[in-house]
């Protein structure tokens, strides 16, 4: 006994609304996407000196160091010695724009002197926040110049070396170290 078979006829799938979810949501997932910026900074590590005599004992004059403290930044130079003391702004932030301006005038006063300097020591401590690094750095690579009337960024110190700030030495306000040259 054969059996007839019924051809039935192919069933078509109905995609329009799919469709219009699609062009729906593929405008509104690309509006909200997130495009992340990275910024790489290169940074001048100190070297190892395996030879102890190799380093000297005189710190050059012309060294310039950033010590970053909760209470504020003190601008050192030569190495060690205060230049310049910058307080925190009574709401708890750091003055970013004092210290560009301190910095402004060292850069200054460095070309004067026949100077031409690109290196800057930052010293932290341990419990730096990470936004302040960072900030820092920013602030002691650049600052914003008016340039025929476009306002532009200008060097300030663009080698960045990181180091430890002195655990035994705290913030000091007290505006210049005796023999120390203020700006």
């Known amino acids: ?10 069933a078509e799938l109905d995609i329009t609304s799919f469709m219009n979810l699609m062009i729906v949501l593929v405008p509104v997932l690309l509006l909200s996407m997130v495009f992340s910026h990275i910024t ?4 001048k590590l ?4 395996s030879d102890p005599a190799s380093t000297p004992d005189t710190p050059d004059q012309y060294t310039l160091e950033v010590v970053i403290y909760p209470e504020g930044f003190v601008v050192n130079q030569p190495a060690g010695r205060k ?12 003055d ?12 200054a006063r460095l070309a004067e002197l026949g100077q031409e300097k690109r ?26 110049a008016v340039l025929a009337a476009s306002e532009v960024d200008a060097e300030l110190f663009p080698d960045v070396s990181l180091g430890d700030a002195p655990s035994n030495i705290g913030f000091d306000a007290t505006p210049v170290v005796e023999g120390g040259t203020a700006p």
């Open 119 to 144: 290196d800057i020591v930052v010293l932290s401590r341990k419990d730096t926040d990470y936004q302040t690094l960072v900030s820092v750095m920013d602030t002691v690579r650049s600052f914003k």
């Open 96 to 107: 970013y724009q004092t210290l560009s301006e301190i910095l402004q005038a060292v850069k």
């Open 40 to 43: 790489v900074l290169d940074l």
């Open 83 to 94: 230049l310049r003391s910058i307080p925190a702004l009574t709401t708890g932030e750091q």
């Open 1 to 10: 006994m054969r059996h007839k078979h019924r051809h039935k006829p192919e």
């Open 46 to 49: 100190p070297d190892l000196a």
